[in-house]
């Protein structure tokens, strides 16, 4: 056995060892949904894809505000919009070379490399030309959504019929594989925003500042960019290409009518979130409508109840302020 054959059959061992643990604990989670439908009588949980969309449901709810909280801050929502149309040219790739080679590579693997270069071209883009965020941002969205097009148009037969999937979402193609995929997508945004939390904070609210106290600001840029685009990839199994950004705007729009703080607005996002995707999901299995629309219906309808609910709350603190100074007055005078 020659020493490349022993490196990449120790590598394969070496990858094998977690994906079999994260696919025991999704079958874990399956099995306890699966008892929970037949006990309570839920006919929804005895599918096993439901149990897949569930688990990567609450996944990109958490995802997506924790994300979209520091892009919407820094006014750059649109960026989920322009990184979802790469991700679709991805998915292109993925479906073109399994189409023309007959291999079996997972076009969300496939979406993920193209998202991640696009995040990063993104930021490169504005960097060397010193244009403005939204213009390299239309520019990757046009060159990644033409290059899907092409690709399809180069092979309309099966290619034309699988991409559907990707465009709106189908609870009913969530496979444990995709399960996984998410899982570790969940947990590597999740560990790097814990641990760049104050740096990412610094740059969302003070990006001249935080170049004086000496933050590496172009390369925490990058890295927001490139964890928005493993979010959309994530999210875009359920959601779709077309809607995925909605889900890291709409939450964190929703509660910043709400909320306070900035941390608080964190955490009201992500309840805000799971409330959608997961009635939504429920919702689009009852009534068989697409998962993706369903679930930003949700959020907006959500969205709507917190602007009335902050608009009340800002009325009746108007409301006490004239009846405290009143009292003020009145004892001042006494």
């Known amino acids: 056995m020659t020493p490349l ?16 643990l994260l696919a025991r604990l999704v079958g874990l989670w399956s099995d306890g949904l699966g008892w929970l439908g037949e006990r309570l009588g839920i006919a929804m949980l005895e599918y096993v894809f439901m149990h897949h969309a569930f688990l990567v449901g609450a996944l990109i709810a958490v995802m997506a505000p924790l994300i979209g909280t520091f892009l919407v801050h ?19 790739v993925g479906l073109f070379v399994n189409s023309l080679l007959g291999t079996g590579i997972s076009p969300y693997v496939t979406a993920i490399v193209v998202a991640v270069i696009a995040a990063l071209a993104i930021e490169l883009i504005s960097e060397a030309t010193d244009a403005y965020n939204d213009v390299s941002m239309a520019i990757v969205l ?11 148009s180069l092979n309309t037969g099966g290619l034309a019929v699988g991409i559907n999937q990707y ?7 969530v496979s444990r594989e995709n399960a996984v995929l998410l899982v570790v997508l969940f947990a590597v945004v999740a560990l790097v925003v814990t641990v ?15 170049r004086v106290a000496g933050v590496n600001v172009p390369w925490y840029n990058r890295l927001m960019t490139t964890l928005t685009a493993l979010v959309v990839v994530g999210a875009m199994q359920i959601m779709g290409v077309i809607l995925v950004a909605a889900m ?3 939450p964190v729009a929703a509660a910043a009518q709400l909320a306070r703080g900035f941390r608080e607005a964190l955490l009201a996002s992500v309840v805000l979130a799971q409330i959608a995707v997961l009635a939504g999901i429920t919702m689009s299995f009852h009534y068989n409508t697409t998962a993706g629309g369903t679930i930003v219906l949700v959020a907006v309808a959500v969205y709507i ?22 009292a003020t007055e009145k004892s001042t005078s006494d």
């Open 305 to 326: 109840l917190a602007v009335l609910a902050g608009k009340a709350q800002s009325r009746r603190a108007g409301d006490e302020i004239p009846e405290r100074a009143d």
């Open 74 to 92: 820094r006014q750059l929502a649109l960026i989920g919009d322009a990184l979802a149309h790469t991700a679709f040219a991805g998915v292109a």
């Open 5 to 20: 054959v022993s490196v990449s059959v120790a590598l394969i061992s070496l990858l094998s060892a977690p994906y079999g």
């Open 167 to 173: 465009l709106f979402g189908n609870l009913s193609t």
């Open 248 to 250: 890291l705007v709409v």
């Open 196 to 210: 760049t939390y104050k740096q990412l904070l610094y740059v969302t609210f003070d990006e001249t500042a935080a």
């Open 142 to 152: 046009s060159t990644g959504f033409a290059l899907g097009a092409v690709l399809i």
